[in-house]
């Protein structure tokens, strides 16, 4: 099967100084189901954000869905995160817009028309549990549905990787356990790669996943 | 209210500066005719001991444009001769010729000085009289005139463009962060940018609306009512269709850049 990511001696620091991730070999393939677990401040969230090209590579190869992110240019990489589902712990809703707004985002950017963008729009909300609430906006919701909002808008246009840095963080079990159920159907049904950050794999899981852990050194390492 | 804020905080300093520019830009449009009307009504008296062509003056100095001779007849009949035609041609004869000289534009009073002390080192002009004094005093006041309005015109300009910078940093603040997360989400700069864009434009379209109305209230209403001869003279040249569109697109040149700088400086977390 082939890799969605594979990264090959990759170093990654803030400013060329602290290095966060050393010399990390791993490679994740589609339909893979991936924790990335390790100490708060082991770098985590820096290695998810070189999936997304938010950071630049100081050593080593990172190919993210075929295309090399150490010289990739500026329009491919719009196009890349484009297709790519994030989730973030602080759910960076745009609180101006309305839920349903926020939820086509990436289907707005890729101009979908208005009919394609609600039609998914109440699917997803649906799929979410948060049908009827539609024109609401961010600010007027609870957290966990916050954060189901974005776990929909991540998958507005079918992306091939979901990349989630701490989804379930600051969430009430029954929001962790929709936004869980959510991403392995995503993974299961659609095949699509799905990699997430968190301090704690649910118990209950029900589809196979792959445990990669970062030390305190900045090392990867994958727990079978 | 909040939405009327948002507005007039860019519209104020946007007119603002548009304000200024259409001040200069009449300014720069009344004073030029008013130079003309100077000019025209300026001119110099040279003595000269033998005929001399408008070229001959030319020669000596380039400001020279216009060269009537006052003819000697006209100064003859002046005097009382007692109808003696051969004391006539004889003082006429003896008579030196007079010119009026007008110059190419309204120079200032150091040039005059400068063509007077040219037109002087010809050996066959015996007298000059450029009317200094007169010339200064008009000069002097236009001058002070232009200065002082040019002075007001930069000062509303700097106060517009340090509004527009505070406008900048509020559009930062408003919406630096929807761009951010639309940048993560592959929007493109223009997609990014698009809401502060439209915005900005209706902004940019109704300050310009707004200063040509305020132009066109000041032509139609008050110069036109106005006892000031100079300001009636120069009614039409007050405001124009032309200038419209001139405000239109500085104004949408000024919120563009603006917008530009705000967008570009939005850096991802």
Known sequence: ?224 | MKFIKTHISLIFPLVAILLGLEFFIVFDRTTDSFEKSLQNGYSMMVVSKNEMSIDDFKAWDEHIEQVIELEKNKILERLDMNKDEVKKKKFAASLPNFYSLKLDEYVTVSELEGVKSNLEKSENILSIENFHSSYQSKYELFSFIKLAFQTFIIFMSIIGFFLIVKQMEVWNFLHAQRMKIMEIFGASLFLRSKVLINMAFIDAVISALITSTIFYAIQNIWVRGSQMEILKDNVEAMFSFSDVIILLVASIVVVMIAVYLVVVNVKEE
């Open chain 1, 1 to 224: 099967m082939s890799n969605v990511i594979a990264a090959n001696n990759l170093t990654l620091s803030y400013d060329n100084e602290d290095v966060i991730i050393k010399n990390a070999n791993f490679s994740i393939k589609k339909g893979d189901f991936v924790f990335i677990t390790g100490p708060s401040g082991s770098g985590k969230s820096t290695l998810l954000k070189s999936f997304y090209g938010n950071l630049s590579i100081d050593d080593g190869s990172l190919v993210v869905g075929g295309l090399d992110m150490v010289n990739i240019k500026k329009d491919k990489l719009q196009e890349l995160r484009s297709h790519l589902g994030i989730v973030f712990q602080d759910y960076r809703l745009i609180n101006e817009w309305t839920v349903e707004k926020n939820v086509v985002l990436p289907l707005w950017i890729s101009g979908y028309s208005e009919d394609v963008q609600t039609t998914q729009a109440e699917r997803l909300l649906h799929h979410v549990k948060l049908s009827g609430k539609e024109k609401k906006y961010p600010m007027e919701l609870s957290g966990g549905e916050q954060q189901r909002v974005g776990v929909a808008r991540a998958l507005a246009k079918n992306p091939f990787l979901i990349l989630a840095d701490e989804p379930t963080g600051n969430l009430d079990e029954y929001s962790s356990n929709v936004i869980w159920d959510l991403m392995e159907n995503a993974c299961h049904q659609l095949d699509t790669t799905v990699v997430v950050v968190t301090h704690h794999i649910p118990v209950v899981f029900n589809i196979p996943y792959r445990h990669f852990t970062i030390d305190e050194n900045g090392s990867v390492y994958e727990i079978h």
